[in-house]
């Protein structure tokens, strides 16, 4: 059982909207040289959920799962969207037929196009996400910046909500933090991400190379899985650090080009290691928050 701050947090309103599939270019390059047209960024995601596998879709490249939003506005109210919405903030919609309707945050990943695209992703059930359209208003009931856990004030809390914490079964034991996290990823898989922010964005488990698919059993992940980065600091920007190590989920699917991969978004970073994990096939954020088969 942890104790946190959550009572002196600030809750804030953000608001989004839904934005449109996007495609980088018609056809990238992959790793071997092939031409591919990659799909599955952005806009409204029907049959990708929490819960589903990353692999197997067919011309999927960094799919994301569920409904894509960010803030459409200046530079300064486009950064606040990113940074302040938290994993399982609660989200409910402003427009459109599903208006009033609520959902929840979970997931955000960032990557380079013009314009500097990055995606806050949210779930909805499914009759309501049958409702929804391209421009439908969204607002987040931000809280997390600034959450601590209580003793463990030096492993930094990064884009998520209290109650999701609460939910993880964070475990204290011999001055560390043990969490359930399906898988252990060692920071030589990783790719695309390293140096950005900690607040937003994602980092990156690299899958051209198919001996360490196997042989770390990427091909079994899940969409809202919680896994463990170890030497990979996610402090205040993403990069190596010997000792360190992040706790992420994983928010997009693989990729066919050349660095890039399954998308994390780092939730929890101890410098000193003070973070381990529990390896349990369970830990998926979609059970956390009540959304894998209700």
């Not at 197997?56 to 606040?80: H, L």
Request: include cysteine; glycine fraction near 16%.
């Amino acid at each position: 059982m942890i104790n946190t701050n959550k009572d002196r947090l600030i809750t804030l309103a953000v608001q989004g909207e839904i934005v449109p599939a996007q495609i980088e270019r018609q056809y990238q390059a992959t790793w071997d040289g092939r031409a591919k047209l990659c799909i599955g960024v952005g806009g409204i995601n029907y049959n990708l959920k929490i819960g589903s596998k990353v692999f197997g879709w067919v011309n999927g490249d960094r799919a994301e799962p569920g409904v894509c939003t960010d803030n459409t506005g200046s530079a300064s109210q486009k950064n606040g969207y990113r940074t302040k919405a938290s994993l399982g903030n609660e989200v409910k919609l402003l427009s459109g037929e599903a208006k009033g309707e609520r959902g929840v945050v979970v997931g955000k990943h960032g990557y380079r196009l013009p314009g500097d695209a990055h995606h806050v992703l949210l779930h909805f059930g499914d009759e309501t996400v049958e409702k929804l359209t391209i421009g439908d208003k969204v607002l987040v009931k931000a809280c997390g910046i600034g959450l601590e856990i209580e003793g463990y004030e030096d492993v930094l809390v990064r884009s998520l909500g209290p109650g999701l914490l609460e939910s993880m079964g964070v475990e204290e034991g011999g001055g560390m933090l043990h969490v359930p996290a399906v898988k252990e990823i060692p920071h030589t898989l990783m790719g695309e991400g390293w140096g950005t922010g900690a607040h937003s964005s994602h980092i990156g488990i690299q899958t051209c190379y198919e001996p360490d698919i196997a042989a770390h059993g990427l091909d079994e992940l899940r969409f809202g899985d919680v896994v463990f980065l170890r030497d990979v600091l996610s402090d205040w920007g993403r990069h190596y650090y010997r000792g360190g190590s992040s706790i992420g989920v994983v928010v997009s699917g693989p990729s066919d080009v050349s660095g890039r991969g399954i998308g994390v978004c780092t939730i929890l970073s101890s410098k000193d290691g003070k973070l381990e994990p529990s390896i349990d096939s369970e830990a998926n954020i979609g059970n956390y928050l009540g959304l894998i088969g209700g």
